[in-house]
């Protein structure tokens, strides 16, 4: 079968240390640091064969994400963008849908308890959580010792075919009567749980009638949008710099945005909340070292108390961060890895099925021969916010 395969060399930086779970000259959980001149092939591989907790799913879309992009990026020096764990020569892809085409003996429904069926629509989790380590069992599946993640360390789903453990996939039944094309917006719902692990599970959710603001309008702050939107957001502002995101934004739900190059962050907020300000301000960008310093601002010129930052976007770069602000205002900072657990994917399932439509976020489609191509395309193409893979 054919299939997007990224290969790189494996180089760690001389002032580098592996860690405990680091394994020398495969896996690492800074990639930015050991990386090296990335390629990005297609390329043929075996058909893979299920164990029996698994199920083999026949890929039907595949979106690319800005993770897939950074893994294919690289600095000047040659070290790839992607600060996080990765284990190469890896087939890309992990924001996918499929319908199932062999199940396991052992492989289980989580919603229904009983086997899933050949021919059923699904997605899955990115995130590989083992269920046995401590953070796992004390709840916390996205921080797993043992994590694996479908895409960046382990296969994923540019391909023709992929295995996934039975307790990563969740049915998409429920959308089949909302929508005409099940498997586009199903290949939306792990982004989408990543933002609503940000905002609902990381940072509290809102109560409807409060105000959020949201930097950065890639598909994550896009999505953020919606769900807050749908949760009963009164006021939602988003900063973003770029005239088509800037559309999409209002288009997705969002109030009023910023142009933060062209005019002041503090002032539009208190301007459009009536000096009220946020009570959830989510880091979007990836430029924590930027726009750090817009959002504490914000909160202390602000009247609103008890703000809850969220930081979603990876970054290695350092926050510029005056505690007094915090403290004073009694705001916190929170990061938001992931999205497994805690209910994140059926219940992203169930607001898209009942109406919670996040497909405007697809601006291209293209083939699988494209994906290389177009992951170099998206390292400078700000025109598009999520291209979409169909497989078949």
């Known amino acids: 079968m054919k299939v997007v395969e990224l290969s790189a060399n494996w180089d760690p930086k001389p002032n580098f240390k592996l860690g405990s779970k680091d394994i020398d000259g495969k896996l690492t959980y800074l990639g930015s640091q050991v990386w090296r001149h990335p390629i990005t092939k297609v390329v043929e591989k075996e058909k893979p064969q299920i164990k029996p907790n698994e199920v083999l799913i026949k890929v039907k879309r595949c979106g690319i994400c800005g993770s897939d992009v950074h893994m294919n990026q690289s600095y000047d020096d040659g070290y790839i963008y992607y600060p996080g764990l990765t284990a190469f ?116 959710g809102i109560r409807p009638g409060e105000n959020v603001v949201i930097l950065g309008a890639g598909p994550i702050g896009l999505a953020a949008v919606k769900i807050l939107k749908t949760a009963g957001s009164a006021t939602c502002i988003i900063s973003e710099p770029e005239e088509s995101r800037a559309v999409l934004a209002k288009k997705m739900g969002a109030d009023y945005v910023i142009n933060p190059l062209k005019e002041n962050f503090v002032e539009k907020v208190k301007e459009y909340t009536d000096n009220e300000g946020a009570v959830l301000y989510l880091e979007a960008t990836g430029l924590p070292e930027i726009v750090t310093e817009d959002i504490q601002n914000a909160i202390w010129e602000c009247k609103t108390i008890n703000s809850t930052v969220v930081l979603v976007a990876r970054a290695e770069q350092r926050m510029p961060v005056c505690g007094e602000y915090f403290q004073v205002r009694r705001a916190r900072i929170v990061g938001a890895q992931g999205h497994s657990g805690h209910g994140t994917f059926p219940n992203v399932i169930s607001s898209m099925a009942a109406g919670m439509d996040i497909t405007p976020l697809i601006t291209k489609e293209i083939t699988m021969k494209e994906v290389p191509e177009n992951l170099k395309l998206l390292q400078k193409d700000k025109e598009n916010c999520k291209i979409s893979v169909i497989m078949d």
Request: aromatic fraction near 10%.
């Open 89 to 204: 020569p890896v087939i890309l892809g992990h924001e996918f849908s499929g319908k199932v085409v062999e199940v396991g003996s052992r492989a289980i429904n989580k919603r229904t308890s009983k086997p899933f069926e050949k021919g059923e629509p699904v997605t899955a989790e990115e995130m590989a959580w083992c269920g046995e380590c401590k953070p796992c069992c004390d709840g916390y599946p996205n921080h797993c010792e043992r994590l694996e993640e479908i895409g960046f360390s382990i296969n994923g789903a540019f391909a023709e075919y992929i295995a996934v453990p039975a307790k990563l996939c969740w049915s998409l039944k429920k959308l089949e009567e909302k929508y005409e094309d099940i498997y586009k917006i199903g290949s939306l719902v792990e982004p989408t749980s990543v933002a609503y692990n940000a905002v609902i599970e990381r940072g509290g």
